[in-house]
T-cell receptor
Framework: SAVISQKPSRDICQRGTSLTIQCQVDSQVTMMFWYRQQPGQSLTLIATANQGSEATYESGFVIDKFPISRPNLTFSTLTVSNMSPEDSSIYLC???????????FGPGTRLLVL | GEDVEQSLFLSVREGDSSVINCTYTDSSSTYLYWYKQEPGAGLQLLTYIFSNMDMKQDQRLTVLLNKKDKHLSLRIADTQTGDSAIYFCAESPAGGGNKLTFGTGTQLKVEL
């Protein structure tokens, strides 16, 4: 399985500011995803991070609010823009390969917006 | 769209077996997964099953799949206090390189 790290592991932010979360994998992966887990809730996919092109967003999520970069096959960033308290969540990146069965998750970034 | 449901809570005594259930609606689900989330941690992949199987065993874990009823279960034998966590089932139409749709999560509490 891949070793996935995320930075920061947690943060407390003021409303109206933006936070960029980094996801680093120890090996090249085909697919990288960003999920959100709101307090006490399940995980919801925000977007698929595509290497060298714009991310593919799920319904209800837009690029202006959650810009994503993926400059190579081992790294991606998610920015949470113009934050409000409703953005307080755990943000998790995950990785997989298009020809494999498994998807692995990073440790998550715990965000609290005041 | 896809819908994956789980019961919210399960409490068992240490040493007993735990059975966590999951139902899904998407008939095109090809892979079904069980993840474990301990407090303050990310998601750990426990096991998964391909839709052409009806059972998979991995040490203390047994996964049963009833594809006709779209019902998945995870049995943990000899449950220990370290098994206390939230367990999520998830489904994918085409494996790990695709979007996972998660269930609501089941909080397992193991009592002494």
């Amino acid at each position: 399985s891949a070793v996935i790290s995320q930075k920061p592991s947690r943060d407390i932010c003021q409303r109206g500011t933006s936070l960029t979360i980094q996801c680093q994998v120890d090996s090249q992966v085909t697919m990288m995803f960003w999920y959100r887990q709101q307090p006490g809730q399940s995980l919801t996919l925000i977007a698929t991070a595509n290497q060298g092109s714009e991310a593919t967003y799920e319904s209800g999520f837009v690029i202006d609010k959650f810009p994503i970069s993926r400059p190579n096959l081992t790294f991606s960033t998610l920015t949470v823009s113009n934050m409000s308290p409703e953005d307080s969540s755990i943000y998790l990146c995950s990785v997989g390969h298009s020809n494999q069965e498994t998807q692995y998750f990073g440790p998550g970034t715990r965000l609290l917006v005041l | 769209g896809e819908d994956v449901e789980q019961s919210l809570f399960l409490s068992v005594r240490e040493g007993d077996s735990s059975v966590i259930n999951c139902t899904y609606t998407d008939s095109s689900s090809t892979y079904l997964y069980w993840y474990k989330q301990e407090p303050g941690a990310g998601l750990q992949l426990l096991t998964y099953i391909f839709s052409n199987m009806d059972m998979k065993q991995d040490q203390r874990l047994t996964v049963l799949l009833n594809k006709k009823d779209k019902h998945l279960s995870l049995r943990i034998a000899d449950t220990q206090t370290g098994d206390s966590a939230i367990y999520f089932c998830a489904e994918s139409p085409a494996g790990g390189g695709n979007k996972l749709t998660f269930g609501t999560g089941t909080q397992l509490k193991v009592e002494l």
